[in-house]
């Protein structure tokens, strides 16, 4: 890794805060705000989570709602891709598939347009955190259902303490910023 990658993944570590406390006693939320207000931050983090996937034609991003919309649709642009949200239960007009899954506080649910994914398609998909890797493992489920390829899965943060990798070990999985 060159000096230059590493300080500047150095510096989005140090912009990502925790707040004790959120949602609940005891956790700690890892909150991007800070990252996100900071464009030349914001820039690299998107130009590193497209970069791992240049060398593959990719036809489709598909970003999770919410804060998963604010890096895919940028990696999308940056690879020539199209952008295709997965959003939560009722926010999608159009036929759907939905998928139900467990969180890491509770459960919920996961909507894709059907016509969003044509069979065959190669698809990454982007979040923001990846932590249990419950959603991620539903938004697969989805692409999959479709007749999409999933090539890899790209991720801002990842809480390595909570394993979500080794659910997700059938696929690439690249992330710019760990937490032990």
Do not use: W
């Not at 497209?50 to 034609?57: D, L, R, T």
């Not at 940056?78 to 509770?106: C, D, M």
């Amino acid at each position: 890794m060159s000096a230059d990658r590493e300080t500047n993944l150095n510096h989005l570590k140090l912009l990502v805060r925790d707040v004790p406390d959120f949602p609940k006693k005891g956790i700690i939320f890892k909150d991007i705000t800070p990252l996100l207000k900071d464009g030349p931050a914001l820039r690299f983090a998107c130009e590193e989570l497209a970069e791992i996937f240049k060398p593959v034609k990719i036809d489709q991003i598909v970003g999770i709602e919410s804060r998963g919309f604010i890096f895919s649709p940028i990696v999308a642009y940056l690879l020539g891709a199209g952008f295709i949200p997965v959003r939560k239960k009722g926010k999608l007009p159009a036929a759907k598939e939905a998928v139900s899954y467990n969180l890491e506080y509770g459960e919920d649910s996961l909507e894709i347009h059907q016509d969003a994914i044509n069979r065959g398609t190669k698809v990454v998909i982007v979040d923001d955190l990846l932590a249990t890797g419950g959603t991620a493992q539903a938004v697969i489920h989805l692409v999959e259902r479709l007749g999409g390829t999933v090539v890899g899965l790209a991720f801002l943060v990842e809480l390595v303490f909570l394993k979500g990798r080794e659910r997700l070990k059938d696929y690439k999985v690249h992330s710019l910023i760990q937490y032990g």
